[in-house]
């Protein structure tokens, strides 16, 4: 072969393979049919950035909406603002008050249990009323776009004492106290609204359907679907009055979470022995709905429409993540004496009260998204595929407690990571709504779970 018929074989076969090179067709970020130079956000726990059980300054900095702005800086978004937390300790609502108002955020670390057994545990410390203080400092002025206010109903983004710590109002919050314009007098809705917002970003209904659950349904009722409605039509009827557009997203199954599941009502794993021993204090006295065998068996519960004001649980019925495990170890709580109190059960009553607010808000909130023409995020959905697994760039997420990668350390709040995950499904709809091309989150510097 010539050294001229080399160099030509050479060259053919450069421009073969340069040819076959496939090039990546990225498509352009274009801000479509929406308007994202000052984007807004509201809504309660998940969209302030709340996680293993308390408001911290990391969380924030990674939560929904701001995830959100940094990808809407691509199509004409600007800076989205913040009062953020001093540290990352941070604050959070004790569902234990008799212990403290406040806890920090939990973290994972060793815990020898009533058993002497040392393993790894969610700790968390309480906080005095003084020490939270500079967690709770006000906020002068209304130059902010995150109106997220972790706890708050619905309605109470319309109440003026909502924001008022002096006040004797039941509804006070401590959250929107420090975000509130003119604390007693502006309301979550006034100041959101003042913004003059060209978007909005809204996760609405939680609270008042959670914040039922979490308490074992002992706080106040879950609002109807009717005021539900009439509240939410209010917010988006304010928020879109200037052609602003926004994305809202309707509410999971609470069974995705363990915070409602990991404790297992017939977790009381017996031997005959204990039965026989269990089954002769209780049936004496005549409560004979209550009744041992050996293995699994209903945990005993508080329910005053029951013979004597006891009665084990069945299946279809809850025990939250609060009620205190330790004792159930080695104090035969749940079996002898202490029966588990009411705040940490959802009995079959409350279940069904929960499930039909879920599915009547959801109709409420599909129904409100095509009227005000705005994007709809099925959380329903995604949660339920989050619970059974989901692979995102190359990585497994679960609903498991700890070890699933999605759920911070209070099996309720997403960790950073899968807020970045809710992030996407927002973006996903927002896209296929108003023809936008916004790139999806991809976020490294989002923690999970941070093992010792």
Not at 47 to 76: N, W
Not at 300 to 323: K, M, P
Request: aromatic share 12%.
């Amino acid at each position: 072969m010539t050294t001229k018929t080399t160099l030509f074989l050479s060259l053919l076969s450069t421009f073969l393979i340069s040819s076959c090179t496939p090039e990546l067709d990225v498509p352009k970020p274009k801000a479509g049919n929406a308007n994202f130079t000052k984007t807004i956000a509201v809504g309660g726990d998940f969209m302030a950035g709340y996680q293993d059980g308390a408001l911290y300054q990391k969380g924030q900095k990674y939560c929904i909406p701001a995830l959100l702005a940094e990808q809407f800086k691509l199509v004409g978004g600007t800076a989205f603002n913040q009062v953020m937390m001093p540290d990352d300790r941070g604050l959070g609502l004790n569902d234990k008050t008799w212990e403290s108002l406040y806890i920090t955020a939990s973290h994972l670390g060793y815990k020898t249990d009533c058993q002497g057994v040392s393993s790894l545990f969610p700790l968390r410390s309480t906080v005095s009323g003084s020490a939270a203080v500079p967690y709770l400092s006000g906020l002068a002025g209304n130059s902010i776009q995150n109106f997220a206010v972790p706890y708050a109903n619905i309605a109470d983004y319309f109440n003026p004492a909502f924001g008022d710590l002096s006040s004797a109002a039941a509804q006070k919050n401590p959250f929107y106290n420090r975000i509130a314009s003119t604390p007693g007098t502006s309301t979550v809705f006034s100041d959101a609204k003042e913004q003059n917002a060209t978007f909005f970003t809204a996760w609405v209904g939680m609270e008042d359907i959670f914040n039922f659950a979490a308490s074992g349904g002992t706080s106040a009722p879950i609002p109807s679907s009717s005021a539900f409605s009439m509240y939410l039509d209010s917010l988006l009827q304010g928020l879109t009055v200037n052609g602003a557009k926004g994305v809202i997203a309707n509410i999971p199954d609470f069974r995705n979470f363990p915070y409602y599941t990991l404790v297992a009502w017939d977790n009381a794993d017996i031997t005959q022995s204990q039965a026989d021993d269990l089954n002769n204090v209780y049936q004496p006295a005549g409560l004979t709905q209550i009744n041992f065998h050996a293995g699994r068996n209903g945990f005993v519960i508080d329910d005053v429409n029951a013979n004597g004001g006891f009665r084990q649980l069945h299946s279809g019925e809850y025990i939250t993540l609060s009620t205190p495990v330790d004792s159930m170890k080695c104090q035969q709580y749940g079996l002898l004496v202490n029966t588990i109190n009411d705040r940490y059960v959802l009995d079959s009553e409350e279940v069904y009260a929960i499930d039909a607010a879920i599915s009547s808000y959801n109709s409420v909130i599909a129904q409100k998204a095509a009227q005000y023409n705005l994007a709809l995020v099925d959380m329903h959905s995604f949660m339920a595929s989050v619970k059974t697994g989901i692979i995102w760039d190359g990585a497994d997420f679960n609903a498991e407690f700890v070890t699933g990668g999605f759920l911070s350390l209070d099996g309720y709040h997403p960790n950073q990571k899968g807020y970045a995950l809710i992030a996407n499904e927002f973006i996903k709809a927002i896209n296929n709504k108003y023809s936008s091309v916004i790139p999806t989150v991809n976020c490294m510097e989002c923690n999970g779970v941070l093992f010792p």
